[in-house]
């Protein structure tokens, strides 16, 4: 029953959801760890949530975004197992203390071994009352979301390996456990002994899945396929795009139930004039929810820079702002202009033009080189500018990325006072630039600010370029009040 009616509520995930239930098993099936990865929006927790609570199994979730931490992804598994909930009456105090690894196997192991105690209590109970409602069985799964953050946690070295090897230290077969994770087992893997969890890879939706996704309580899907291309082009999360056809979906539907609309679907040729005016009229909107796509902020970003700009705009700059003929988040800004200092600077002068300590104030320092020097270092920037902007590999982009916009200094000679003198943070502390950079990367290709070559045949990996104009970058570094000019290598 559960095999057939999950994939109906998650369609193109019907592979997936078939071995997920092979791994579960029947009732009271032992099964080893369950390695689930995939990217953002591919439907893993959705999946596995729904599955449980249909199979009517008990099971712990905890995500590791909401438990930041070994004490309170601890703390939050062991109060779960208890029943307990942390409220005013208790003083919002846990159940039990938990620190250490060492302390938490002990209390995990003597709560799981009392909760399996009870259900099989009531498997007794049941089965002498003869009765078909307990299917609950013996079994207890223990749910890790977001894994890939344990990885930036303090002793995340320690962590890791304990979490991966706590099936081996349980011992209980009742006891199963399934990480989810958006990165690959190959970025966890240590030779600390545990048992490898097995892999379940979630593909990303192609546009054929997304279409089917939406259309599938929609009559008609073939009216509504006008406002669903030109989204995939930008974005492939259904968290995403159910955002962004949002406003277009209601206008959509205005114009449709609209009596004087007169639009006709009984013919080809008519279908297809009812799609081309029903384009040329969800343009504008459509255009404006593709902008929403981009720009992932919190809901308060859009007061606080408003509020950081009027401030900034009541003193005189040497320089103003020029506005954009397109709309682009500001970690897609940062990444576009990582990959015109990736393409445009030798990737030898990397440590002392992103070193905070040194930087290109360090070359004053230098002693004055000879004129044989000069003329030869000017024979090879003249080489290297007739080759045009060079190919750089990912990892050299996201380590660029990482750089201009974790350091805090580089915002120091555009900070503004307020008229009580405090200094006011610049706009880009007020945007979270932690959004998804691979998905931004993609999205940079696809819009041709980056191209992307072919593989290196000594690196084996990917090489991309820059291929944005100067005055192109300069004009986004401005947007962003970055200095450019301060990292960019002149040939």
């Not at 609570?53 to 099971?59: N, V, Y």
């Not at 890939?148 to 890791?160: A, F, N, P, Q, Y």
């Not at 690959?184 to 969890?197: A, L, R, T, V």
Request: charged share 25%.
């Amino acid at each position: 029953m559960i095999s057939k009616r999950v994939p109906v509520s998650f369609p193109a995930r019907s592979t997936q959801i078939n071995e997920v239930l092979c791994h579960l098993g029947p009732l009271n099936s032992p099964m080893l760890p369950l390695f689930i990865y995939g990217g953002a929006s591919t439907g893993k927790t959705s999946i596995i949530l729904d599955t449980f609570r249909h199979l009517k199994r008990p099971f712990v979730y905890s995500s590791c975004r909401t438990c930041y931490s070994p004490k309170v992804l601890f703390e939050s598994i062991l109060n779960q197992l208890a029943f307990h909930k942390r409220v005013e009456e208790n003083g919002y105090v846990s159940v039990k203390k938990c620190e250490k690894p060492s302390d938490f196997a002990n209390f995990l192991r003597e709560s799981l071994v009392n909760v399996v105690d009870i259900l099989k209590e009531k498997g007794a109970k049941m089965n002498v009352k003869k009765t078909s409602a307990y299917t609950w069985g013996n079994m207890v799964y223990l749910i890790f979301d977001d894994f890939e953050l344990v990885r930036e946690w303090d002793k995340s070295s320690t962590i890791l390996p304990f979490l991966f090897g706590l099936y081996r230290m349980l011992g209980l077969p009742e006891v199963g456990i399934i990480f989810l994770s958006k990165v690959s087992p190959d970025s966890y893997y240590s030779n600390s002994g545990h048992i490898e969890p097995i892999p379940l890879y979630f593909p990303g939706y192609s546009e054929k899945d997304l279409r089917e996704i939406f259309m599938q309580k929609q009559e008609n899907s073939e009216r509504y396929s006008i406002v669903l291309k030109p989204f995939f082009r930008v974005t492939r999360q259904v968290d995403e795009l159910s955002i962004a056809f949002r406003p277009v979906y209601e206008k959509y539907c205005q114009l449709l139930n609209d009596p004087g609309s007169n639009f006709s679907w009984e013919t080809k040729q008519k279908r297809e004039d009812a799609k081309k005016r029903l384009y040329s009229h969800l343009a504008p909107y459509i255009r404006s929810s593709l902008n929403e796509v981009f720009e992932i902020s919190p809901l308060d970003t859009e007061a606080k820079a408003d509020e950081v700009k009027g401030k900034a705009s009541s003193k005189k700059r040497g320089a103003h702002d020029e506005e954009l003929d397109f709309h682009m988040s500001v970690s897609a800004k940062y990444l576009l202009i990582s990959a015109f200092l990736a393409s445009r600077n030798p990737a030898t002068l990397d440590a002392s033009l992103f070193d905070p300590t040194g930087g290109l104030d360090g070359r004053k320092k230098r002693k004055k080189c000879s004129e044989k020097a000069t003329e030869q270092k000017e024979m090879a920037e003249q080489e290297l500018l007739l080759k045009g902007p060079g190919t750089f590999p990912l990892e050299r982009l996201l380590a660029i990325f990482q750089c201009i916009t974790s350091v805090e200094d580089i915002s120091v000679d555009e900070e503004v006072d307020d008229d009580d003198g405090a200094p006011v943070v610049n706009q880009v502390a007020q945007y979270d630039l932690t959004s998804n950079v691979l998905l931004q990367v993609s999205s940079l290709c696809n819009a041709n600010f980056i191209s992307k070559g072919s593989s290196c045949p000594l690196e084996g990996s990917t090489r991309y370029k820059s291929t944005v104009s100067e005055e192109l970058a300069m004009k986004v570094a401005r947007s962003l009040k970055f200095p450019l000019s301060r990292y960019l290598f002149r040939r």
